[in-house]
Structure formats: C-alpha cells, structure tokens
Nanobody, 128 residues
C-alpha cells in the first residue's frame, strides 16, 4: 500500500488550498481514509476521517465548517478542500489508511493503531 499526499504550499490567511491523497495497492471503497496534521512542537491532530463504503466524514472541531473532504473512487484519490485558512492551520498534513472511523479516530495515542498506512506528508503554511 502506498499513500501519497500533494497540494501543500504557502497561502495567505483567509485563502484556500486543496490537498490530494492518492492511495494504491488497496480497494479504495473498502478502507477508511483520514487526514491528520502536525505543527512543530505539537501532537498530531485529527482533521477528518471518512468511513469505508458509505463515505461519511467526521471532522475535527478546529476545522469544522472550513474544511471539506471529497473522494474520487475511480482514481483512488481523497481531497481535502481547506477554506478560510488561518495561521494556526500551518502544519504538515498527512493522509492515512485505516479499517474504519471509530469514535477514537482522532485520539493522538491511538492514531497509529487505527490507521495502518501513512503518507509522507505535505507542508501547508498560512501567513498572517
């Protein structure tokens, strides 16, 4: 299984970015997909988790209403549309593959348990 993120970059506060995550070596419909982020000196934070099959997405509190996940099953790609970006959104953003989205999907100490495959990350920097 290979997971590759792209689309990061530098944007001004209030702007938008769209990240992409392409996963290969798996059946896209049969896995849950998560977005996470880690800022320097902070724990990795859960951004979103999209369930297998039904594609329901759960969002972390800090991004609700600003970030939206969509999925292209044909191309095994997950997108994270980020709007109204804030300087505190600056982080490395990671995509991960798991079996589903349990209630604990966002818990930092359980992320590696819930999600088996991780990408290398893409840097997002929001300037004030």
């Amino acid at each position: 299984v290979t997971v590759v993120e792209s689309g990061g970059g530098l944007v001004q506060a209030g702007g938008s970015l769209r990240l992409s995550c392409t996963a290969s070596g798996l059946t896209f419909d049969d896995v849950a997909m998560g977005w996470f982020r880690q800022a320097p000196g902070k724990e990795r934070e859960g951004v979103s988790c999209t369930t297998r099959r039904s594609g329901i997405t759960y969002y972390g509190n800090s991004v609700k209403g600003r970030f939206t996940v969509s999925r292209d099953n044909t191309n095994n790609t997950l997108f994270l549309q980020m709007n109204s970006l804030k300087p505190e959104d600056t982080a490395i953003y990671y995509c991960a593959v798991g079996s589903d989205c349990p209630p604990s999907w966002w818990v930092p100490s359980l992320q590696n348990f819930n999600f088996n495959y991780w990408g290398q990350g893409t840097q997002v920097t929001v300037s004030s």
